[in-house]
């Protein structure tokens, strides 16, 4: 049997193993909290019909929470598996092209402005709406800028990301200065990034615009892969390189920008899971992206249950959690130079 065939069953093995495994977390999930429920108790929740408290418990309060952290958390790692592979650098993460900045921005505006109470028929307060925004300004200045006579540069790209990012950076930490200690407190635990507000309109919300995300960046994971050759011989096999760098990056941008709006800035999804599973089965996107998803998905669900239950009944930010999980990670990776070669 070929390297390549027992890659390819490792990688069906771990996506089934995945698969398999989510629906385990999002129930102990689903049962953790300040009132614990067994997972009987927490079936009996989901199918009842009532105004008992662990139905009201389940169905209100817990399942738009569980549900939109997976959705969150898969849209998250997926996006980051496709810069990853778009820049060519296992180290890469979503919050390159400068949409994590521009959100963080666009969300301290608003609170400074003092018109983050207002809340419309989705359930998306404007701080929300002002992040979203706030991120897509930031992609489209950053391609932009990029964006030449010849196509698109990544490593232009890279860098106009890093300026857009330290530019975003550097306003909102003006706004901060200015800021009063309410509006200083309300900023900072928005950055922490959390799932306090989960509801269901903006789980519909997500399932809607990240669901599409989830759909169409697989689409592209041929292109992914012949890009790993580099440019030049993309071009030659046939693939429309700039077409296909702005697909993605648009898709990236809505993605990320949909999950900093509904949740806050959670770091580490979108670096550490696409590399590890990139460790684990190679860096073919047929795979790797379903698999990223799918980590993505355990993985916020997991921090959102800790972020619950270390200190119950107090909540702790769930990007907290996640920068505890992701950061030993991370360094582990970094003592691993020999691993920073995309694989072929």
């Known amino acids: 049997m070929t390297s390549v065939s027992k ?71 997926m996006s980051g598996a496709a810069m990853q592979g778009l820049f060519r650098n296992p180290l890469a993460d979503p919050s390159l092209i400068g949409v994590t900045a521009g959100a963080s921005l666009g969300a301290s505006l608003i609170i400074v402005m003092g018109g983050g109470l207002l809340q419309g028929f989705t359930g998306l307060t404007l701080i929300s709406i002002g992040a979203f925004a706030g991120g897509m300004l930031a992609v489209l200045v950053v391609y932009r800028l990029a964006n030449s006579g010849n196509g698109t540069s990544v490593a232009t790209m890279l860098l106009a990301g890093i300026a857009i990012t330290a530019l975003a950076g550097a306003v909102g930490s003006l706004l901060e200065f200015f800021a009063d200690n309410e509006h200083l407190r309300r900023i900072s635990l928005w950055k922490m990034g959390g799932l306090d507000s989960a509801s269901m309109p903006r789980l519909w919300l997500a399932v809607t615009v990240s669901g599409a995300v989830l759909v169409a960046l697989p689409r592209y994971a041929a292109a992914l892969n012949t890009l790993l050759l580099g440019e030049s011989e993309a071009r030659y096999l046939g693939i429309d390189v700039d077409r296909t760098k702005l697909a993605l990056i648009g ?82 990776l970094l003592r691993q130079r020999h691993h920073y070669g995309m694989q072929t």
């Open 251 to 332: 898709w990236v941008a809505v993605g990320v920008g949909t999950s900093v709006a509904l949740v806050g800035t959670i770091a580490f999804v979108g670096l550490v899971i696409p590399h590890l599973i990139r460790l684990t089965i190679g860096p073919d996107h047929r795979y790797l992206l379903p698999a990223s998803a799918l980590a993505g998905a355990i993985l916020l669900v997991v921090a959102d249950t800790l972020s619950r239950v270390v200190l119950a009944p107090t909540e702790l930010p769930v990007g907290i959690i996640t920068a505890l999980i992701g950061v030993p990670f991370f360094v582990s």
């Open 7 to 77: 890659r390819r069953q490792r990688a069906g093995r771990l996506i089934r193993l995945l698969a398999a495994l989510l629906p385990i977390v999002v129930l102990v999930g689903l049962g953790s909290g300040a009132v614990s429920l067994g997972p009987i108790q927490v079936l009996q929740a989901l199918w009842g019909d009532g105004e008992n408290q662990a139905i009201m418990i389940v169905q209100q309060i817990r399942l738009p929470r569980v549900l939109l952290a997976a959705i969150m958390g898969a849209t998250l790692a």
